[in-house]
DNA sequence: CGACTATTTGACCCTTCTCAAATCGGGTGG
DNA sequence: CCACCCGATTTGAGAAGGGTCAAATAGTCG
């Protein structure tokens, strides 16, 4: 509907000089119902939805590692819609007659409920805590090193939504911790973290 | 640590007359780092737990045809701790040198990515919206047919766990219900619901 | 530049959390 | 069979944290 899904039909879909295929921040790469192949996260952070009577609800997040769009090779469909909160890079996932298949789906089901708990984890306790871990994963899996505490700062409506806050809400938190030193804002859209990520 | 955990131990690992085995409401059917083999849900309700700093912090559901356990596969040993929130049936799942290996694993894959929305959305919204969506989720699966709306009520410390919500909260909101007509508490365990399942 | 969308801010209200205490239920040891 | 213990459930009163609604600002894309 936004202007951002017809770029991200053209963005996502063509695979870069490099091989694999690129998304930018807001980037649709691919929506329920349409059939694709499966991709895996090399970088970034992508937001799943799951379609629903009133519009699209929050349905999970996949990390560099993780794998998307699995059910294509069940059902020959998407089931989920994935946006993408950061810059991100794909690869494809399971062509056909790959080899170590069985090892492959194994390690994307591990991962998958790793990730169950992480996103869960995102919607307990108050604004700052949630807030605060969700800031410490998307670094984690989306900085540029891992010892790099920097984050691509999704949109509020994302963080809200991953969260189950209002807008309104994190947009106070986020600037109650720059203010407290907590996080340092860098242009407009990059944070810096200056606390533990389990605190 | 509860006597639950013991009976459990006992309850869970030993297969029934039928071949299956069961696990009453709180018996733990395995416990993080422990080995043991991958279970399918038959029927009933298992609550997921990730083992942290500080105990144990819920970290996932498994419902009728979900599978559990899958990481031992991986690993050589259980990531999460898994509890009966309801009579639970299982039974084994890909035993070595199993036909459909892959197809098994897709549709496990894809089954666990519909349970993490589901369980999402139990954190959504306020407290009646919450906990009448675990009821209509849990009658949905641990209900003797699918067109009974009876459900076995977890104990409201499970259910404030799972909705992220307060005991004091989960019991207040539950007596309104009951008073307001959504629903009608038998035999102090036992829970009739009178709501449409997305209302 | 102009239309739109995203982000901030303020004031005020409502829901849920907290703390405290009373009850209820189940199971146990006499 | 009964008194007692301990965890589970209820209830109350008051405080906090978020949600709401309204509006002003700041960015973005044509």
Redesign the interface.
Known sequence: MSSGQLDASAAARMPGDDGYRHAARGDTIFVAGEAGEAFRVRAGVVR?D?ES?SGA????LALAGDVIG??T???GAY??TAVALSPVVLESWLALAEQD??RK??????A??????D???L???KAVERIKRLLSLLAGAGGTSRSEPTVTLPRLRDIADIT?LKVETVSRTIAQMNDGGELAIEARRFARLFYTP?A
Do not use: I, P, Q, S
């Open positions: 799943l799951r009577l609800d929050f349905g999970g699995a059910e090779l069940m059902f089931t989920y298949k069985e789906l194994m390690v994307a089901l591990a998958r409920e790793r990730r169950t708990a996103v869960l984890a919607r307990c306790g189950d389990d």
